[in-house]
C-alpha cells in the first residue's frame, strides 16, 4: 500500500543520465596531472613465508615509477584496526607471509597500467610454501596449521549466549531434531569493479580519496587510523554513480590504506582500478559457515528452543567490519518464529582464504540455511506437513511489538495473514497437485518453504555483541545509527538535496526527491538531489552508506524530517506575509497559500528564498530557511544489555516464499518452475524500485543457490577467477517470480517503510535447498544438501546413478585442478637415443614446448625458461627440472618445480624407454601435478586439455628430433586418446 | 594487413557515432580503453576484460562487438557506435532508452550500456524480434541489479513501439 501524496510510479531522476552513457563512474571521471597507475603483485600461494622479494627488474622498465612492498607500506602506514581484540596484525599487503592466494605483495606504479602490469610480471619473489587450511573445521583441530603464530591457533573468538530456559526446553522436548549444514561462499559481484584515486598533501599532512566506497563509514576511522591521520585529514569522497555493491564495495577500504599510502611515498596521485580476476579472487565475499543446529520439539511440531553451534570462517583475517557478518542476525536467530528458549554458541576461525565482508543479506543467508532446512526435516521426521509446521510456530499477530528471545523487537507484523495471502494467491494447492502429479510419472519434483524476518536499518551496536559484557563495559556502549540529510534552499528558492545513503542503483535520488517535493508542492523533477558524498563537507556519520537495507526506513526519513522542518519555516513566513495563522498554510503546484483561500498564494521560490535577500522581514524567532540538516536515529537501538540482549536492527520485515522445482532425469539439472514470494515491508515508497530490489535479490539468490561458488581447492589455490568459473546467472537462468505484498507500516520509522532490499538473498537460497531437497526424498531419503546445488552435486545425492553410456566420460565431480594422466608415445629411434636427448639441455631446450633456454645445473638438475599458454593466461616461467631413480636407458623419475607471474605448478611423473622390437621406441609416461595462482583461477577448465597439447607437443618434438616423423594417425590425436582425464 | 610495432602507437583513423575520429594506439591496446581512455568516450563500460559480462559491447560495422576483445588497431576504417550515439537528440531518448526508463529496466546502469547495443541491433535488423530472440541476444550480457525481466519487457514494449511508428510511417 503505498504512502499518499508520494510519486510512488514516478520514472527515475537517475535514469536519462545512465542510458545515454552520461554517468559519472569511478573510471569516468577525470584524474590530475602527474596520475601514476597501480598494478598489484598478488601472492600464488595459499600460506607461505616471502624469503625475498627482487624488484630490480621491475623498477629498471621504462615508464615504472615505482615498486612498493609491505615494508615500504609499513615506514608510512599501520595495520587496519581489528574490530574484535585479537593479538594479530590485518595489513593491506603482505609483511614477511602470505595468507591466502591474492593477498597483495607489492604495488607498481607505471605510466599506465599496461605498463604497471608488465612490470609486476618482472617482480621476483622467493616463498617457502607451508601447509594451508581450507576448511573451518579443520582449522580448528589441534594440528592444524596455524595462520598467526602470535594467535597460537586459528580460533579467533569462542563465544556461548543463553536465552530463556534452553536446557529446561530441552530436557522436556518429545523430540530432538538436529541438522548439520555448510553454506559456501559466494558473493553478489557488482560489474563494476573497485576503483582507487588517491593523493597526498606533505604540507597539510592530508589524504584526499575518491573511490566507490559505499559505507558504512564506520570505516573512515579505520582508514584514517591506518594512514596515521587524524578524520580531518582524511577526505573520503565517493563518485555519483557506482555500478551496483552489494555490500561488496566495503571491501575497497584495505586498497585505500594500501594505496593512499602509495601515493605518500611516491608524492603522486595514485590510481587503480580493479580488474576482475582480482575481484573474484580477492575483493570479500559472504562468510562461508558450518552450523550444527539443533531444535527442541513437541509431538504436535512446536518448536521450543533453538541450540546453534555456529563456526564462522572469516578467511585468513578478521578484518574490519567482520565478525559482523556472525552478530548481524543476533537479535534474529529464531527467525519468524515464537521460540522463547535460544542456546548459541559462535565460533570465529580464521583459514588461507580471502578476507570475509559485507555481501547482501550479510548474515541472513547463512542463519536461514540452517533454520529453514531444519524446519522442513522436522516435518519430515514427525510426519507432519511443512505448511502446518511453519505456520504452528509463526509469531501471532496480536504479539507485536515482539521481543524475540536474544533481544531484538519486531515493530509489526501480521505473519499468518501474509501467510495464508500467499498461500492463497500464489496457488499453493495447485503447486502441491502438480507436484504428486509428476511424482505420480515417477518425476523428481519437490516444493520448498521459507519463512523469514528481514531485519534493516543495523544498530551500530550490535557488532559489541561479540564481545563479553566484561569487555563491552570496558570499551564503552555502541549504539544507534545516524542517518544524515541535508536540504538547501538556494538565492532562487531551488532545492537540492544532499544524502546518506551512496546508492548503487537503488534509485535514493528519486525517493529523496518525491519526498521533498510532496513537501513542498513542487514536482519531484525540479529537485536536485546528490549522491556523491564527500566527508569534507557533509552531514554523515558512521552509519552512512549503503547496507542493512537502511535508506528507505532510515535515510529517507532524514530527509523528511528535514524538509518538514523547513516547511515549517516556509509556513511561517507566509504566514506572516499573508496576515494568516501557520497552521492554515499549505503548498501546491509551486504556490504557498492559505488553505481556506488559495487565491492568497504567494511564489513557493519567493517565501523560500526570503532568508537571502530579506533576512530582516523573518517573521520572530523563525531561522532563515536556507538549509536544513536532519540527522535522526532511532531510539530503540540501543547497545547490548548486560544478559547479550541486542535489538540488532530497527525495522523487521516478513517474507514467505515457496516454489516448486524439478530435478531433470538426465542433466540433474535443478529447474525452478513456479516461485511465489510474499513481503510485508511495511509502507512502499516507490512500487518500481521496491519490485527491483525484489527481482535483483531474487536473481542473485538463484545464483547463489544453483551456480555461484567461490570454490577453493585443498590446497588454497583459488578455483573461480573469471565470470566463466564464477558462472553468475544470465538471463536463461532466471525463472519466472511471483511477487505479493502486505503491508503494516513500521511504527518506528518517519515514513513506516521497512527495508526490502536484501530478504530474496536469506529467502531463496534455502527455500531452493528445501524444493531439491523434498524432489529428492523418494529416491534419496534425508539428503543433507550443499549449495551450490550444480547438476554434479545433485548427481551425488541420487542413489546409484546410471553409468554414463559406452565411451562417454564420467561427469568431473566438483571443481578442482589437480591434473593426472598416464599415456604411451611411439618414437622411431632406439631407446638409447632417446635417453641421450632427455640428458642433454640444449637438445631439451629444442624439445620442450615454448622453452626459451634451458640450463644444466647438474647433470642431473635443469632450469628452464618456458613460456606456456593455458586458456586466456599465457605467461612465462622458470621450471626447475630434476632427475631421479634413473636407470638408464629404460627408466627415469622427472619432478618439475614451475614459478611465475601467473601461477605456480609442481609434479612428478615417470618415464619407461621401452624397445618396441623393431628399432623404435614405446615411451610409457604417467604424471600427476598441481596448479596454483592464477593459472587455477582462470584456467581451471582448461587445463586438462593443456596438458595434453603440451605433453602431445613435446612427445612430437622428441619424435621429430630423435630422426622420426610422428606416427601415421597423429601422435597429438593418439594420445589425447590415450591421456585420462583429470581425477 | 598493416605491419605493426610492438612499441610504437600507431595512428587509427575510424568513424565514431558518424563523425571521423582518430587516434593513436600501442597495437596491445584494447578497444575498450581506446575508446574510454583517449577517445573520451566513457558510455562504454568495462566489466570483465575477458569477453563474458558484455558490458563493453559496442558496434563494429553494424555488429555487436565486445571491445574488450577488440584491438583498437583493428578498427582502422570501421565505423564504431556506442551508447553515446543511440538518443536521437541531446536532451531525448531513443525508443528504446524510453522503455528501459519505464519499465525500471536499470538500476545501476552499469551494465546497461552494452545490453542497449545489443538490443538495439538486435530490433534494427529484425524487426519482429520476440521474447525469445530477445531473451537470446541479453543471454549475451550480465546484469547483477534488475534479474534481467523488466530488460525483456522493455525490449518487447519497444520492439511494439518501433513496429507501430513503422507501420504508421
Ligand atoms: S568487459 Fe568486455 S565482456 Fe566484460
Ligand atoms: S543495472 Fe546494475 S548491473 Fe545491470
Redesign the pocket.
Known amino acids: 500500500m503505498p504512502k499518499d501524496g508520494l510519486h510512488q510510479t514516478m520514472l527515475r531522476v537517475e535514469d536519462a543520465p545512465l542510458l545515454t552513457g552520461r554517468g559519472q563512474f569511478f573510471d569516468d571521471l577525470p584524474t590530475p596531472h602527474g596520475t601514476v597507475h597501480a598494478a598489484i603483485l598478488r601472492s600464488p600461494h595459499a600460506h607461505a613465508k616471502i624469503t625475498d622479494i627482487s624488484t630490480d627488474a621491475a623498477r629498471r622498465l621504462a615508464g615504472v615509477h615505482a615498486v612498493l612492498t609491505g615494508e615500504d607500506y609499513a615506514s608510512v602506514a599501520s595495520p587496519l584496526m581489528v574490530g574484535v581484540k585479537l593479538p594479530i596484525e590485518c595489513w593491506p599487503i603482505a609483511q614477511n607471509k602470505v595468507r591466502y592466494v591474492g593477498e597483495p605483495v607489492a604495488v607498481v606504479l607505471a605510466d599506465d597500467r599496461y605498463i604497471a602490469e608488465d612490470a609486476v610480471d618482472l617482480i621476483d619473489v622467493s616463498y617457502d610454501t607451508l601447509a594451508p587450511v581450507i576448511d573451518p573445521l579443520k582449522a580448528l583441530a589441534d594440528d592444524a596449521p596455524v595462520l598467526h603464530d602470535e594467535m597460537g591457533s586459528n580460533l579467533g573468538a569462542d563465544r556461548y549466549f543463553s536465552y530463556g530456559d534452553p536446557d529446561g526446553a530441552f530436557a522436556e522436548a518429545d523430540h530432538v531434531v538436529e541438522i548439520s549444514v555448510r553454506y559456501p561462499r559466494n558473493s553478489c559481484t ?3 569493479t573497485y576503483g582507487v584515486l588517491t593523493r597526498w598533501d606533505p604540507h597539510t599532512r592530508s589524504y584526499d580519496v575518491l573511490s566507490n566506497f559505499q559505507g558504512p563509514f564506520s570505516i573512515h576511522p579505520v582508514i584514517a587510523r591506518a594512514l596515521n591521520v587524524p578524520g580531518n585529514r582524511l577526505r573520503l569522497r565517493t563518485p555519483e554513480d557506482s ?2 555493491s552489494f555490500g561488496i564495495k566495503q571491501g575497497v577500504f584495505p586498497y585505500i590504506a594500501l594505496l593512499s599510502a602509495c601515493a605518500r611515498l611516491t608524492d603522486r596521485p595514485v590510481k587503480w582500478v580493479e580488474d576482475r580476476l582480482e575481484h573474484l579472487t580477492a575483493s570479500v565475499s559472504a562468510t562461508n559457515r558450518a552450523i550444527t543446529l539443533r531444535a527442541a520439539v513437541t509431538a504436535k511440531g512446536r518448536v521450543t528452543a533453538l541450540d546453534y553451534d555456529q563456526v564462522e570462517d572469516v578467511g585468513a583475517y578478521l578484518r574490519a567490519p567482520e565478525p559482523a557478518t556472525l552478530y548481524r542476525m543476533h537479535g534474529n536467530l529464531c527467525g519468524a518464529y515464537d521460540i522463547a528458549n535460544l542456546r548459541v554458541r559462535n565460533r570465529i576461525v580464521m583459514t588461507n582464504k580471502t578476507p570475509t565482508g559485507l555481501n547482501r543479506g550479510f548474515g541472513g543467508p547463512q542463519i536461514y540455511f540452517a533454520l529453514e532446512r531444519l524446519m522442513q526435516r522436522i516435518a519430515v521426521e514427525l510426519g507432519l506437513d511443512p505448511v502446518n509446521v511453519a505456520r504452528d510456530n509463526l509469531i501471532s499477530s496480536g504479539a507485536f511489538p515482539y521481543r524475540t528471545a536474544s533481544g531484538a523487537t519486531y515493530d509489526s507484523g501480521d505473519y499468518q495473514n501474509a501467510f495464508d495471502t500467499a498461500l492463497k494467491d500464489g496457488r499453493y494447492d495447485a503447486l502441491c497437485q502438480k507436484r504428486d502429479a509428476a511424482r505420480a510419472q515417477g518425476r523428481l519434483y519437490g516444493i520448498g518453504l521459507t519463512v523469514a524476518v528481514e531485519p534493516s536499518v543495523s544498530n551500530m551496536g550490535y557488532l559489541s555483541t561479540a564481545l563479553t559484557p566484561a569487555e563491552r563495559a570496558k570499551a564503552g556502549q555502541k549504539n544507534g545509527a545516524q542517518s544524515c540529510a541535508t536540504i538547501a534552499i538556494d538565492p532562487v528558492g531551488s532545492i537540492t538535496v544532499q544524502i546518506d545513503s551512496v546508492p548503487q ?1 537503488q534509485g535514493h535520488k528519486t525517493v529523496a526527491a518525491s519526498i521533498v517535493a510532496e513537501r513542498f508542492g513542487l514536482e519531484p523533477g525540479a529537485i536536485t538531489v546528490v549522491a556523491a558524498m564527500d566527508t569534507g563537507k557533509d552531514a554523515w556519520s558512521i552509519a552512512a552508506g549503503n547496507y542493512s537495507s537502511r535508506f528507505a526506513a532510515a535515510s529517507a526519513g532524514a530527509v523528511r524530517i528535514a524538509a518538514g522542518r523547513l516547511r515549517e519555516r516556509i509556513a511561517a513566513i507566509a504566514a506572516s506575509q499573508l496576515d494568516a495563522r501557520p497552521e492554515d498554510i499549505e503548498f501546491g503546484n509551486g504556490k504557498v497559500f492559505i488553505a481556506s483561500n488559495p487565491e492568497a498564494a504567494l511564489a513557493f521560490a519567493r517565501v523560500a528564498s526570503t532568508g537571502h535577500w530579506a533576512p530582516g522581514t523573518l517573521p520572530e524567532g523563525i531561522a532563515a530557511p536556507m538549509r536544513e540538516t536532519a540527522i535522526w536515529t532511532a531510539p530503540e537501538l540501543t547497545a547490548p544489555t548486560e544478559e547479550d540482549g541486542i535489538n540488532s536492527s530497527l525495522c523487521h520485515a516478513f517474507i514467505f516464499d515457496f516454489c516448486g522445482v524439478e530435478i531433470d532425469p538426465v542433466t540433474h539439472e535443478a529447474r525452478v518452475d513456479h516461485y511465489v514470494t510474499m513481503h510485508d515491508c511495511g509502507t512502499i515508497l516507490h512500487e518500481g524500485m521496491v519490485e527491483g530490489q525484489i527481482r ?1 535479490a531474487f536473481a542473485q539468490a538463484v545464483g547463489a543457490a544453483l551456480y555461484e561458488e567461490y570454490a577453493y581447492d585443498d590446497d588454497g589455490a583459488f578455483l573461480a577467477g573469471t565470470l566463466a568459473d564464477y558462472p553468475v546467472p544470465t538471463v536463461h537462468e532466471i525463472p519466472d517470480l511471483t511477487i505479493l505484498h502486505t503491508c503494516t507500516p513500521s511504527p518506528l520509522t518517519p515514513l513506516g517503510a521497512k527495508g526490502v532490499g536484501e530478504g530474496n538473498c536469506m529467502s531463496t537460497p534455502v527455500c531452493i535447498a528445501n524444493a531439491v531437497a523434498d524432489a529428492l526424498a523418494p529416491a534419496s531419503g534425508n539428503v543433507d544438501v550443499t549449495l551450490p546445488l550444480s547438476p554434479a552435486r545433485i548427481a551425488s545425492y541420487l542413489p546409484d546413478e546410471p553409468a554414463p553410456p559406452e565411451g562417454i566420460a564420467q561427469p568431473r565431480p566438483g571443481p578442482g585442478k589437480g591434473l593426472s594422466g598416464q599415456g604411451e608415445a611411439h618414437v622411431g629411434a632406439a631407446p638409447q637415443e632417446i635417453w641421450d636427448l632427455l640428458m642433454d639441455a640444449d637438445q631439451l631446450a629444442a624439445i620442450i614446448p615454448g622453452a626459451h633456454g634451458v640450463k644444466r645445473l647438474s647433470p642431473t638438475h635443469f632450469l628452464a625458461d618456458v613460456t606456456l599458454g593455458v586458456g586466456p593466461v599465457k605467461g612465462r616461467y622458470r621450471v626447475q627440472v630434476g632427475l631421479s631413480d634413473l636407470d638408464a636407458p629404460n627408466n627415469a623419475t622427472l619432478t618439475g618445480k614451475a614459478g611465475g607471474a601467473l601461477g605456480t605448478g609442481e609434479g612428478s611423473g615417470r618415464v619407461t624407454l621401452t624397445p618396441d622390437g623393431s628399432g623404435g621406441t614405446v615411451i610409457g609416461y604417467s604424471y600427476d601435478a598441481a596448479v596454483g595462482g592464477k593459472v587455477a583461477s582462470v584456467g581451471g577448465r582448461l587445463l586438462d586439455g593443456a596438458a595434453k597439447i603440451v605433453i602431445g607437443q613435446f612427445f612430437a618434438a622428441l619424435g621429430r628430433r630423435a630422426g622420426d616423423a610422428p606416427q601415421p594417425d597423429g601422435i597429438i590425436a593418439r594420445m589425447c586418446g590415450w591421456i585420462g582425464g583429470r581425477r | 594487413m598493416r605491419r605493426l610495432t610492438a612499441t610504437e602507437r600507431h595512428p587509427v583513423r575510424f568513424t565514431l557515432n558518424g563523425k571521423p575520429a582518430e587516434g593513436t594506439a600501442h597495437p596491445r591496446m584494447l578497444l575498450s580503453d581506446f575508446l574510454r581512455g583517449v577517445q573520451g568516450a566513457t558510455g562504454t563500460h568495462v566489466g570483465c576484460e575477458h569477453g563474458v559480462c558484455g ?1 563493453c559491447t559496442v558496434r563494429i560495422d553494424g555488429a555487436m562487438a565486445r571491445s574488450c576483445l577488440t584491438f583498437a588497431v583493428q578498427i582502422e576504417g570501421a565505423e564504431i557506435d556506442t551508447v553515446e550515439a543511440l538518443a536521437p537528440a541531446p536532451a531525448r531518448l531513443s525508443v528504446l532508452q524510453d522503455a528501459f526508463r519505464k519499465h525500471h529496466a ?7 550500456p552494452g ?1 542497449l547495443m545489443s538490443l538495439d541491433t538486435l530490433l534494427a535488423t529484425e524487426s519482429q524480434a520476440d521474447a525469445e530472440r530477445i531473451r537470446d541476444v541479453l543471454s549475451g550480457h ?5 534479474g534481467y525481466q523488466p530488460i525483456v519487457a522493455a525490449a518487447l514494449d519497444a520492439a511494439q513501439t518501433l513496429r507501430e511508428e513503422t507501420d504508421n510511417a
Open positions: 557488482p560489474i563494476e555500478g551496483g542503483g535483483g | 558490458a536499470l538500476q545501476c546502469g552499469f551494465c546497461t545490453i550480465l546484469c547483477r541489479c534488475t
